[in-house]
């Protein structure tokens, strides 16, 4: 059921098509139908990844990122762009994103932006905060306070922010209050000043995808217990090989943690599957959540499974 569109989006300069969703909500094959329906009118299309894990070239098969054969159909971009070793900011990702939506453009193709990274499209579309580079000494001291003392001191400091955040949202504290240690302005004041944000410059046609949460549940369990199958385990073991940091995005990304105990014998397999498949679904429920609660009323929501592509962008498609 869709229960907005968008009816303003008109089929000219610089479009940007959206399909964002809960992990396993099916954004990758409706990305590629919307592509193929593009190619038809003569536009082109390019599919630009917006997901933080599928940026990593280390873990195609546990990010689930569109296969060689997908990717055949329709030039695909942003997917494997970075080194495991390499973490990508929200930022650098914008960045790159911008630069992959103009050379689109400048083609005559459409970009259709996939993923359910909500920071990455919110900074790519509404821009980010200058704030100046952290001082090493105010974050080293920040990140070695326990979390209860930086919330303590977050209540003083920056009140507006804590009352915003959980007690135990220890990353979110730490990083609001060493924002104010460094450069004596609040992070709320900082986002104030955001640049660099694309939404002003194009016409964007988003939908988004949230379909019954027991359908999503149920594929992330299956989609897990088939990784394990077809290279997730070895994936876990060439990253493991490489001695990276255990801090580094790719080294914390869902299934990582649970495959690396597996090799080491702490969990069998189907512990380490059902451990995966529940680490899926507590990450698509947050998904679900910042989809909900974030996402622009004039973005279509489509609360079902089942995409009418041409429907929902019926706009884009007009020759």
Known sequence: MVTNTSSHIAAHTRPVALIAGPTASGKSAAALELAKALDKTGRGAVIVNADSMQVYADIPVLSAAPDAQEQSQCPHVLYG?????DACSAAAWAARARDEIAKAHEAGAVPILVGGTGMYLKVLLEGIAPIPEI???VREVVRAMDTAAAYAALQ????LRAAELQPADSQRIARALEVKRSTGVTLA???QAKSGGIADDVTLCAAVIMPERQFVYDRCHTRFAAMIETGAVEEVEALLARGLSPALPVMRAIGVPEISAMIRGAMTKDEAIDAGAQSTRNYAKRQFTWLRNQ??????????QN?????V???LLQN
């Open 307 to 311: 995409i009418d592509i041409s429907s």
């Open 135 to 137: 001082e090493p000494h």
């Open 81 to 85: 762009a970075w080194d495991g070793a």
């Open 313 to 315: 962008f019926a706009l």
């Open 295 to 304: 996402c622009p009323e004039e973005w279509t929501r489509i609360e079902s």
């Open 189 to 191: 004041d900082w986002q």
């Open 156 to 159: 003083i400091e920056d009140p």
